[in-house]
């Protein structure tokens, strides 16, 4: 199911709109994507976005699974 959303995948960060290549392995192995079913979307988002992101929520006490 979540293949069949494969079609969805936008061609840059949802954040800084940089371009997103799927063919290109180092970015497809380095970016993040995250699929929500029920509403049939997918975003990625570059490292930097992902990880300014992450400290964000880090400074607000929100957990985001990679704290130890």
């Given at each position: 199911?979540k ?56 400074q ?9």
């Amino acid at each position: 199911q979540k293949l069949g959303l494969f079609d969805l995948m936008p061609e840059d960060c949802f954040i800084c709109h940089d371009k997103f290549d799927r063919k290109n392995k180092e970015m497809v192995n380095t970016w993040n994507v995250v699929v929500r079913e029920q509403e049939q979307s997918v975003k990625v988002y570059c490292p930097t976005c992902w990880n300014n992101a992450k400290k964000l929520l880090n400074q607000y006490g929100v957990k985001t699974g990679n704290e130890r």
